[in-house]
């Protein structure tokens, strides 16, 4: 049986241990925490102070830098595209005011829109890698040589075999003679087997053969990319299939253009 003095020595311990935490509290250690509290407000308050500089000089910029576009961007704009055949294509998913935006300059520019396409998802998902390369296989003995000389070759990828495939349906034309809006049986041809195995969507018909080509992006290819698999393809998946399709359509058609945010350097 527990003595009680036992506990009296307990309660004792306790109240000692109370009384010693009052005293250093109290006492030296009241200086110490509070000096440190007050480091740390004033740490705090003086990054804060720095963070709302920053943020008011990057505003400032902003405004200036949209002010100068939209003061001179009529002068820039104005006539750049005259007589410039430009096939608009969204890789991802593009929000309709940025759509909008974007038709608006190019006829800002006189430039005339012969082609809205819209990529499907098939076109940079990993999962769907295995059928892009059955495609592939498939347009290259269809792909026109002259078109592709120097830019497909053997060790060409699924990748750029699909761009040099969208490039050519867009920009083909036929034979001198056959008239200025006429594509030729190549490019007639390229455009229908893409769209009949779902890699392609038309938002408007092509009315004549591009002369550039506008990639356009709503950013939605980053986000899905962090999705994938460790184990994809890079080069052939996500933002490395756009990427192809950048450089490839660039190499054939002359001119090509993409608009959008990318984390892909290069």
């Known amino acids: 049986m527990i003595d009680f003095r036992y506990h009296l020595v307990s309660l004792i311990s306790v109240f000692l241990a109370l009384a010693v935490g009052i005293i250093l509290g109290a006492g030296p250690l009241q200086g110490t925490l509070g000096d440190q509290l007050t480091e740390q407000v004033d740490a705090l308050r003086t990054e804060r102070n720095t963070l709302r500089e920053e943020l008011g000089q990057a505003q400032t910029t902003a405004q200036d830098q949209r002010r100068f ?14 007589g410039m055949n430009v096939a608009v294509v969204e890789v991802d998913e593009v929000s309709d005011a940025s759509r909008k935006a974007v038709l608006d300059q190019l ?11 819209r990529l499907a998802a098939s076109w940079t998902s990993a999962d769907e ?53 006429s594509f030729s049986e190549a490019a ?3 455009q229908h087997l893409l769209e009949q195995v779902g890699l392609v969507e038309q938002v408007a018909e092509p009315s004549a053969p591009a002369d550039a080509i506008l990639l356009l992006s709503g950013g ?21 299939a756009l990427a192809a399709l950048a450089g490839t359509s660039a190499e054939i058609a002359g001119t090509s253009v993409v608009a959008g945010p990318t984390t892909q350097d290069g």
């Not at 026109?144 to 040099?164: K, N, Q, Y």
Request: aromatic residues 0%; without cysteine; charged residues 25%.
């Open 69 to 82: 576009i939209e003061t001179a961007g009529d002068q820039l704009v104005a006539g750049s595209l005259a």
């Open 107 to 117: 006829e800002a520019a006189d430039g005339t829109v012969v082609a809205q396409e």
């Open 129 to 181: 890698l295995t059928m892009r390369e059955t495609v592939a296989d498939g347009l290259r003995e269809k792909l026109p040589a002259e078109a592709v000389e120097g830019v497909i070759d053997e060790d060409s990828g699924p990748a750029e075999l699909l761009a040099a495939s969208l490039t050519v349906a867009l920009t083909d034309a036929a034979p001198a003679g056959a008239g200025p809006s």
């Open 188 to 190: 007639l041809e390229q």
């Open 220 to 240: 939605a290819t980053v986000a899905d990319e962090e999705e994938q698999t460790q184990d994809a393809d890079p080069e052939q998946t996500g933002m490395g």
